[in-house]
């Protein structure tokens, strides 16, 4: 059964960090990319930053360039997110997913964690 678990989000002040972690399950973790999206009150989901083997990393999102970093475990078959210098507007539901390749076009993803809740205080 293939399952994507995205859990660590929460409340944190401007400038605070956080690091979220998707963590994987059914499949093999080398043969595919994970990435991160989020998606805010009112507005369209939108890829983060994504991992693959084969890929290696990518950013799609320029306002988090220098901020957000994109790491994976194989041996814990775990992606992480790490999210320092945090800002309101960073707000919003993160989800981890599973792609063949590394993409920000969401519709190449066929599996998706539940989201976790990330909550920016300014």
């Known amino acids: 059964d293939v399952q994507l678990q995205a859990y660590g989000g929460g409340l944190v002040q401007a400038g605070g960090s956080l690091r979220l972690s998707c963590v994987a399950s059914g499949f093999s973790f080398d043969d595919y990319a994970i990435g991160w999206f989020r998606q805010a009150p009112g507005k369209e989901r939108e890829g983060v930053q994504c991992i693959s083997s084969s890929d290696g990393s990518r950013n799609w999102l320029q306002a988090v360039k220098g901020r957000f970093t994109i790491s994976s475990d194989n041996a814990k078959n775990t992606v992480y997110l790490q999210m320092n210098n945090l800002k309101a507007e960073d707000t919003a539901v993160y989800y981890c997913?599973?792609?063949?390749?590394?993409?920000?076009?969401?519709?190449?993803?066929?599996?998706w964690g539940q989201g976790t809740q990330v909550t920016v205080s300014s």
């Open positions: 997913a599973k792609a063949p390749f590394c993409t920000h076009y969401s519709g190449t993803y066929t599996q």
